[in-house]
């Protein structure tokens, strides 16, 4: 028992007290999006009630503000995740758009022939723009095959590694199982054979406090919505040396030094990959989530997170025919299961009548379903305001949708 004091923390959250289709919400879909506390919601109104307006070119008071405190939550996001320079911190939609800038800037620097590698364990938005990089570049895909229990196969990522090798990339943690990787061995070893690695960590951030300069890693990229945020912003974190070589991804204003007919040379870093009017309210409110989970603490979240998943992992695993995927030592509060040849989506939809949300499916994560030979799971993610009642309820309405349907 960790202490946690979860009813305090849920009080800061107004949707945690409404009601679905006549019960209490039960939500257990937080690895899909995270649900916002008042004080985010209080900053995203009080944008837009004081102090709305375009950024960076202004000379008027408003500007300045807008400016200055798209500028701040940029600082905050440099000391949460560590890094060195606060130019290092690119302001994108998310994750997804922060990887395919990363992709689509490689194709400048890798040539036909070279190899970079991805994991089994991948989200398709961490396969897909990589596998549009090798269809440019002739670049060859290789793959780090997973085990059993939803774990990589270190051994064969040994042998993939060469000195063809330019790139790694590979998830934090893994959303369709909540696998932790060794990240850490996997940056040193790439590194080993002058590979640079770009760690997906949309589905870290909301649990593990990453020190990039410690890891060492070269990009990684986040969420908001995935840790309080509002969603359409994240973060590409990549190292000086790096976003200096990578060309710009889209072209506008906001983006550049100079612009004539004959020639246009680029803005400086961070500038140079934020192109057009970002999402300025969303980076503010972003900065105020991480106030918000900071003021928590990573270390208490996790902790109380892992209680919940033990909770929830023994009482399941009583229900007959129930079989959890992904069964790693080092995982986050994510529980992938089936029950015998139950459909996760009928099991989703009868749960969704009692109140409880999950996610049923293939996450994003096709190559794993595919390794298991299933078309789906049934995934409940847990976050720091969820509760062992909760967990009950969602237990109880999961043997309810088993006994209707079996
Ligand atoms: N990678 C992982 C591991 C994810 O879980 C997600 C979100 N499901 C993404 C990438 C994509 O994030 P976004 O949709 O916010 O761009």
Known sequence: ETGFDVETVRKDFPILSRKVNGYPLVYFDNAATSQTPQQVIDTIVDYYSRYNANIHRGVHSLSQEATDAYEQARLKIRKHFNAAKSHE???????????????????ALIKEGEEVIVSALEHHSNIVPWQMLCEKTGAVLKVIPMNDNGTLNMNEFQNLLSEKTKLVFVNHVSNAL???????????????????????GAQAAPHIKADVQELDVDFYTVSA???????????????????????????????????????????DLPHKFEAGTPNICGGIAFGAALDYMNGIGFEKI??????????????????????????????????????GDLHPYDIGTIIDKLG????????????????YKIPGTVRASFAFYNTKEEIDIFIEAVKRAKNMLS
């Open 89 to 107: 911190i690119i302001f994108t939609a998310g994750t997804t758009h922060a990887i395919n800038l990363v992709a689509s800037g490689f194709s």
């Open 178 to 200: 909540g696998t932790v990787n060794p990240v850490k061995e996997i940056i040193e070893k790439a590194h080993g054979v002058g590979a640079a690695v770009l760690l997906d």
């Open 225 to 267: 919505h995935k840790m309080c945020g509002p969603t359409g912003v994240g973060v590409l974190y990549g190292k000086e040396e790096w976003l200096k070589k990578l060309p710009p991804y889209q072209g506008g204003g906001e983006m550049i030094s100079t612009v004539t007919f004959e020639k246009t040379t680029y803005a």
């Open 302 to 339: 996790a902790a109380y997170e892992h209680e919940l998943l033990d909770y929830a992992t023994v009482k399941l695993l009583e229900i007959e025919g129930l079989r959890i995927y992904g069964t790693s030592e080092e995982k986050t509060a994510v529980i992938s299961f089936n029950i």
């Open 356 to 371: 409880v949300a999950v996610r049923t499916g293939h996450h994003c994560a096709q190559p794993v379903m595919d390794y």
